[in-house]
């Protein structure tokens, strides 16, 4: 399989054709051994020794990596204090010190403390947490998300407190180090916060924040607009926003009905996702219909899955008594959805927590992970979701009754554990052209799989650069055309459950080794296309007609 790290830095100054040089890769074989880990578990579940199948399509190298962090649980009576602990559990994703290499924290747990590791060129990580200043000992972590809030470039690092913990905001300081801006951001006293999702929202330019609280006091504040000056401002109410009456765990922001402008779709326990339309005024509008009938939504996945150009959202759910699972919602191409959920064959999951849509085998359609089990570690709980093994459904890229069908694969393709999976992200962390797996488990070992590749496949990459203060570019939209179909992705700082995936564009292209047509549709709403892409590389693309500044980046260059 070709594995290069190519970055090809690319600067358009408008919707001009471009035709890229050829990168050949280098072909990379990996030397075979069977991993056998032990890990020792504080609360919950011994993790026996487990050897490894590296003929699988995904293997286990978390401990190969280095990473040697545990999520920790305190051991406290039955209740919602407990319910939020055991509950609790995730993941960030980025590349806080900008080498091009994406990075991890994990949130610590209330006996625990957040672990960063630096990824050192796909080979292994180093644990940083200290010396970085975000270890957070004493905070009963749930969930984490890097987004550059304050415009400067770099990746800042928000970490959710649950019970009588405070969410945290830390600033990153561009040397390696964060400092704790949480009350002079004005969000200090955020507590049984779970997941986050940063956008532009309002399109002012700058990165507005969600923030999920399950089981929530009266009037939680959930919308926070940002004034562009490093603070923030409760606006749930002027927005239009239920707070109280949900039970949210998981946001994102995401336009459903291709105006440009994002809208808000809402996984939450009890009957109560929603579904928020934006009004393009600074309101949202309830839109949510009979269609949204999952029971007790937890994580999100929104993608094209169907590649017909609209975004989908699958919401991870509980399928066990009674309770009847996981929901597919097929976008109609207005904003609003269909339930395809049996038609496409993903609503038996178990006792799912996060999720995500990946083209796992790089055949062009998103396939989904979700990871699931409940128990309850503070008595010793075993029941009937305590051994719950994560799910895989593959995309067959076939549709019936116009939905695309999946198979679920979690066992054949290795990935069939039984932990307490609560976050989940997807991402091509070692840079050789597939999508790799990271789960975050609760009171439990974080899980790393490592994509072992498919076999003549090939792929592109891209990132963008976007002009301050939303130096990602979240809202982008980068599409596709190769091998007769056209694929979308849509960049967010969203939430899976607790957790995020990269704010970049994965396409497999099967085994066409060159993309068509290229076309980015920027925040700003500017276009870019370009002709002809060789396949297999990673693309750094800035916006057009822009000045890009990335503060201490002395490669920093003046789009025209």
């Given at each position: 399989m070709l594995n290069p790290f190519f970055v090809v830095r690319?600067?358009?100054?408008?919707?001009?054709?471009?035709?890229?040089?050829?990168?050949?890769g280098a072909e990379i074989a990996d030397d075979k051994k069977i991993w056998t880990t032990?890990?020792?578990?504080?609360?919950?579940?011994?993790?026996p020794p487990q050897a490894i199948d590296e003929t699988k399509q995904f293997t286990d190298v978390t401990a190969a990596l280095g990473i040697h962090f545990s999520h920790r649980c305190d051991q406290i009576a039955r209740g919602k204090k407990e319910d939020r602990q055991i509950m609790a559990g995730g993941i960030a994703v980025g590349d806080y010190d900008r080498d091009g290499w994406p990075d991890l924290y994990f949130s610590g747990g209330s006996a625990g403390q957040g672990?960063?590791?630096?990824?050192?060129?796909?080979?292994?990580?180093?644990e940083l947490a200290a010396s970085a200043g975000v270890a957070l000992p004493g905070l009963e972590a749930a969930g984490a998300l890097f987004a550059d809030y304050d415009g400067d470039g770099w990746?800042?690092?928000?970490?959710?407190?649950?019970?009588?913990?405070p969410s945290t905001l830390l600033r990153n300081l561009g040397n390696g180090r964060f400092t704790d801006v949480t009350t002079a951001s004005g969000l200090a006293g955020l507590s049984n916060s779970f997941s986050a999702t940063f956008a532009d929202y309002d399109r002012d330019g700058d990165l507005d924040l969600y923030i999920a609280h399950w089981a929530p006091p009266q009037n939680s504040a959930q919308l926070w607009r940002n004034n562009g000056d490093k603070t923030f401002t409760d606006i749930t109410q002027q927005a239009g926003l239920a707070n109280s009456e949900m039970n949210d765990f998981s946001a994102n922001f995401t336009d459903i009905d291709n105006d440009g402008w994002l809208d808000l779709l809402i996984a939450a326990d009890f009957d109560t996702s929603q579904v928020y339309l934006n009004n393009q005024d600074g309101h949202f509008k309830n839109i949510t219909t009979a269609d949204i009938s999952d029971e007790n939504g937890m994580g999100t996945a929104v993608g094209d899955y169907d590649n017909d150009g609209d975004m989908d959202w699958f919401v991870s759910s509980i399928s066990t008594g009674g309770i009847s699972g996981n929901r597919l919602y097929q976008n109609r191409g207005d904003g609003t959805f269909a339930d395809v959920?049996?038609?496409?064959?993903?609503?038996?999951?178990?006792?799912?927590?996060?999720?995500?849509?990946?083209?796992?085998?790089?055949d062009g359609w998103l396939d989904i992970f979700q990871v699931n089990g409940y128990g309850r570690p503070a008595i010793n709980y075993q029941g009937d979701n305590d051994l719950e093994a994560s799910v895989l459904f593959i995309s067959t890229g076939k549709r019936w009754f116009r939905s695309i069908q999946f198979i679920e694969q979690a066992e054949p393709w290795g990935v069939a554990d039984s932990r307490h999976g609560r976050g989940v992200a997807c991402l091509d962390y070692d840079r050789d052209g597939d999508l790799d797996i990271i789960v975050a488990n609760n009171n439990q070992p974080p899980l790393v799989y490592r994509n072992n590749g498919t076999e003549n496949s090939h792929f592109l990459n891209v990132r963008l650069r976007g002009a301050q203060p939303n130096s990602e570019a979240l809202a982008a939209r980068i599409y596709v055309k190769a091998n007769g179909m056209q694929q979308m992705r849509e960049l967010r700082a969203g939430s899976n459950y607790l957790s995020q995936n990269l704010a970049e564009a994965h396409f497999g292209l099967d085994d066409e080794t060159v993309v068509e047509e290229l076309r980015i549709l920027w925040p700003s709403q500017q276009t870019t296309v370009m002709k002809a892409v060789q396949a297999n590389q990673f693309l750094v693309i800035d916006e057009p007609?822009?000045?890009?500044?990335?503060?201490?980046?002395?490669?920093?260059?003046?789009?025209?």
């Open positions: 690319v600067m358009v100054a408008s919707s001009l054709f471009a035709i890229l040089p050829q990168i050949s032990h890990v020792e578990v504080t609360c919950g579940r011994p993790v672990a960063l590791y630096r990824n050192l060129s796909g080979e292994r990580f180093e990746l800042d690092l928000l970490v959710t407190g649950v019970n009588e913990s959920s049996e038609k496409a064959a993903v609503r038996d999951g178990g006792w799912g927590w996060g999720s995500c849509f990946a083209d796992f085998n790089n007609n822009t000045r890009v500044i990335h503060s201490g980046d002395a490669t920093a260059e003046t789009v025209p």
